[in-house]
C-alpha cells in the first residue's frame, strides 16, 4: 500500500495528467466507453464543472522522502484523480453525484482506490451528496469489487448497453447512501 501521499484538489496545471492516466485505461475496454484517447482541450468544460465545495476533483500525488531528518514532498506528478459528477443534471438529483476513480497503472492494486472512497464518503456532507452512484462495466471485476468494499451495492443493470469493438457489453449501476440511512 502507498504510504506517503497526498490527496489536494486539482489545478488546471493537473488537467494533463488526468487526462493521460484516463488515456491509459482506454485500450482495456474495461474501464471507460471511450474508444480512442480524449485531448486536454475536450475535457476543459468537464474541468470547469468541478468545484471543492459540491463537486471536488482529487488528485492524489505519492510523497518522497528527501533523505533523513527531511519532510516529504508532494509536488510528484498525479498518479490518481477522483471526480464527483452532477447526476442526471436536474434540481432533483443535486444530492446524488456519479463518482469515478482512475490510478496510474503504475500504482494500482496498492490501496488508492480505497484511500479516495473512504475520503469521498466522509467528505459527503460537506458538499451536499447523500448518494453516490459508480457506473462500471459488468466485465471489470477489481472496480466493482472496489466499490462492494466500501458498501456499494448493484442497484441496477443495464444489458449491452455498450458496444466495445463489436463486443456488447454490459453496464452496472453501482449505489450507496453516504450515511447510514
Not at 23 to 32: K, L, P, Q
Not at 72 to 85: C, D, H, K, M
Request: aromatic share 10%.
Amino acid at each position: 500500500m502507498l504510504t506517503s501521499y497526498a490527496i489536494e484538489h486539482a489545478t488546471i496545471d493537473d488537467l494533463q495528467e488526468i487526462v493521460a492516466i484516463y488515456n491509459e485505461t482506454i485500450d482495456s475496454r474495461a474501464v471507460t466507453a471511450d474508444l480512442e484517447p480524449i485531448t486536454v482541450e475536450s475535457r476543459l468544460k468537464w474541468f470547469a464543472e468541478h468545484t471543492p465545495d459540491r463537486r471536488p476533483l482529487w488528485v492524489v500525488r505519492a510523497g518522497e522522502n528527501k533523505g533523513a531528518g527531511s519532510a516529504i514532498e508532494y509536488g510528484n506528478p498525479v498518479i490518481a484523480w477522483l471526480s464527483f459528477q452532477s447526476f442526471y443534471g436536474r434540481p432533483a438529483y443535486d444530492g446524488t453525484a456519479e463518482i469515478s476513480i482512475y490510478i496510474s497503472s503504475r500504482f494500482r492494486g496498492q490501496g488508492i482506490g480505497s484511500l479516495l472512497i473512504e475520503k469521498a464518503i466522509a467528505a459527503c456532507p460537506e458538499i451536499g451528496v447523500k448518494t453516490m452512484l459508480g457506473f462500471v462495466f459488468a466485465h471489470n471485476a477489481g472496480s466493482l469489487g472496489l466499490l462492494s468494499k466500501h458498501g456499494f451495492e448493484q442497484w441496477g443493470l443495464l444489458p449491452r448497453v455498450a458496444n466495445m469493438d463489436g463486443e456488447e457489453r454490459d453496464l452496472v449501476i453501482m449505489g450507496r447512501r453516504a450515511n447510514s440511512d
